[in-house]
């Protein structure tokens, strides 16, 4: 009678190996950082050998920046679900503001990755796509208030770079228990949107 085949020691198919190995990274970031866990501690958390990350990724990075692209693909459609709620593209611009700010609240891993791990997008070409993507669905609506392309791209610029620096002090806690506070940080994301959109007017 022949030996019963051995299960795989992780417990992971094939399929799902690179999924678990994202979770792992993720549940990783957010506890120590982007930079603060290696590939051999992601295979550890994922239950898996520290040979079997090479099978998807070839080094940390690349790892990180499969997540950052997921970070990008989710920011994507949240934002077109927060656009798609307005008619104006001022109203516009403040739901994507205030979008981004939940983001940063309830995605604090991908956020994290997407724009704390100091990826080399030129390293990255996918990475790069998707964050090209991501700006390509929001420049049409800068383009409805402003005379230029490049006075459209300037708008968004200042109303992400706003949103993204009140969304820093709510995760600090400068606006109170971050969970108790989101509702009115999103409020004030929107505001500050709409009155960098006045002011370029």
Do not use: N, W
Not at 41 to 59: I, M
Request: glycine share 6%; with cysteine.
């Amino acid at each position: 009678m022949s030996e019963p085949v051995k299960r795989r020691r992780s417990g992971h198919h094939h399929g799902d190996l690179r999924h678990a190995l994202e979770e792992a990274a993720l549940s990783l970031v957010a506890e120590r950082g982007p930079h603060g866990f290696t590939l051999a501690e992601a295979s550890r958390r994922a239950g898996v050998s520290v040979a079997a990350p090479y099978k998807h990724f070839a080094d940390r990075d690349a790892l990180l920046a499969a997540l950052a692209e997921r970070g990008y693909r989710e920011q994507r459609a949240r934002f077109t679900a927060a656009i798609a709620t307005c008619e104006e593209p001022a109203d516009q611009l403040a739901a994507f503001a205030a979008a981004y700010v939940r983001f940063s609240a309830e995605q604090r891993a991908l956020f994290d990755i997407t724009f704390s791990s100091g990826l080399d997008k030129a390293d990255h070409p996918a990475l790069a796509a998707a964050g090209d993507s991501l700006l390509a669905s929001l420049l049409p609506v800068a383009e409805r208030l402003a005379t230029t392309p490049e006075a459209a791209f300037d708008l968004l610029l200042r109303i992400a770079s706003a949103a993204h620096g009140i969304a820093l002090f709510l995760r600090q806690g400068l606006f109170g228990i971050p969970a108790d506070a989101l509702a009115q940080t999103q409020e004030r994301a929107a505001r500050t949107a709409r009155d960098i959109v006045r002011s370029a007017q």
